[in-house]
């Protein structure tokens, strides 16, 4: 099943629209209007195990830090990774551990979040 055209990520209080612009394999991918933000889904797997990835990669043009007036295009990709085996784990089981792991790092305002994207380990 294919998750519907458009999808809506908001970030930072801003609703982004997405289209669909690549179907017909298991990856799906969504892009802006602009183009500076695509949502990515790539549910594959391997013989044993199954993983299912959404990404979401954005891209804009910012200041060289070593050459003031030359502008540069620079990008980041954030990804939620779920890779289990194909027996041993009902889908709930699953859902009830990444429910967990989402709910560590937004928990007291994003502090877990906060120290992941600062490099703490």
Do not use: C, H
């Not at 809506?8 to 602009?34: C, E, L, M, N, Q």
């Not at 959404?54 to 540069?72: C, F, G």
């Amino acid at each position: 099943m294919a998750y519907s055209d458009p999808q809506t990520v908001t970030i930072d209080g801003v609703a982004i629209a997405t289209s669909r612009v690549y179907t017909g394999t298991p990856v799906g991918s969504f892009v802006s209007a602009d183009a500076k933000t695509k949502l990515s889904f790539d549910p594959r797997g391997t013989a044993k195990r199954r993983r299912s990835v959404v990404r979401l990669n954005q891209e804009k043009v910012t200041a060289d830090p070593l050459v003031s007036t030359t502008n540069v295009r620079v990008g980041d990709m954030i990804s939620f990774t779920v890779d289990r085996p194909f027996e041993g784990y009902s889908d709930a089981e699953v859902l009830k551990q990444a429910t967990g792991l989402i709910t560590w790092l937004t928990a007291s305002s994003n502090a877990n979040l906060i120290k992941l994207i600062a490099g703490e380990n």
